[in-house]
């Protein structure tokens, strides 16, 4: 099954999205773009709370 997280969903003025099989892919690559991007540290479960099922 996959997983996506757009910023948008949550919030920002953000044209960021992805989608990944690979949950713990996924997590890293939100909570990168969230530090890097948006200056904010979210942990795994933060993450999680974030998915859809695409």
Do not use: Q
């Not at 996959?2 to 949550?10: A, L, M, W």
């Not at 099989?21 to 996924?26: H, S, V």
Request: hydrophobic share 30%; with cysteine.
């Amino acid at each position: 099954m996959s997983h996506r997280v757009t910023c948008r969903e949550h919030g920002f003025d953000c044209d960021f999205e992805v989608t990944s099989e690979n949950e713990t892919e996924l997590i890293e690559f939100v909570r990168t773009h969230a530090k890097s991007t948006h200056d904010l540290s979210v942990s795994d479960d933060d993450v999680r709370g974030m998915m859809h099922s695409a």
